[in-house]
């Protein structure tokens, strides 16, 4: 009897040993879960705290959202080994885990690296930025948002389209928006016959009493070529980036009002058929 005694008294002590264990770790990872909420928080805060900041100090837009996600991943990486560090690990095993992890994950996302290399270059050598517009392969558009490995451009006809920030880096880029001014270039095409003096003195009238139109470089008009059914004019012009196609279009229909009112004929392809008669 006495020996079964001895057994229940042990066991129960056993048991009271494990309810403590458990109450402790319990307590334990219940502070954990508490620091990790309160410490995600605290970054969301601090996050949006430093983009206050950096509004106020006018950095520039582009760089502005990666500068931020890289902020918010750091703090939160610190904020986990904080966390783990408190559950009694030691810290320094859990980095070499944590770096290993990295490397093995960091091979498997080579691509996702090579994007994260192309926005860092993009955002060094700045080919173009947040607001300006762009052309490449194909697709024009304004750049919306430059992020760690995409960046977000709207179509002019507002599609939305994610680019890897790789191919941008690695691909030539046409700047649409950079420079103040640009060159129009069209041309006009009259039928034979008409007075070339009088074509040229109408389109420079029409472009000398529009603001828009810079007198430098003075603006540029001369036949260029003698098609076979017209005789074609080029036109070329300075304005402001930000008048570009208001000019064009307005030049096309000013210059066709002008050459109804000067009885100047706009040509249209046609063909002399000759009969003979055997």
Known sequence: MKNN??????????VDKYVDLAIQYGLMLIKAALILII????????????????????????????LLTIIDVLLKVV???????????????????LGAAG??????LQGSLSNLAGGVIILL??????GEAIDFNGMAGTVKEIQIFHTIIFTFDNKRIIVPNAQLANSTITNITRNEIRRLDMEFSVAYGSDIDQVKAVITELISND????????????????????????????????DYWPCYFDLNENTYKAF??????IP????DVHLKQA
């Open 5 to 14: 005694e001895f057994e229940i008294l042990e066991s129960n002590f056993n």
């Open 79 to 97: 904020l986990i080994i904080a966390v783990v560090g408190f559950l009694g690990v030691q810290t320094s095993s859990f980095v070499a885990v």
């Open 39 to 66: 410490g995600l928080w605290l970054i969301k805060r601090m996050v949006r705290a430093i983009e206050k900041v950096f509004t106020k100090a006018d950095v520039d837009e582009t760089l502005r959202p990666f």
């Open 211 to 242: 603001e828009r139109f810079h007198k430098d470089p003075v603006p540029f008009i001369r036949l260029i070529k003698m098609a076979d059914s017209s005789l074609n004019f080029v036109v070329r012009v300075w304005v402001n980036t930000s």
């Open 268 to 271: 249209f392809p046609q063909l």
């Open 260 to 265: 109804n009112q000067k009885g100047i004929s």
């Open 103 to 108: 490397l093995a994950v960091g091979l498997a």
């Open 125 to 130: 050598l700045k080919p173009f930025k947040v």
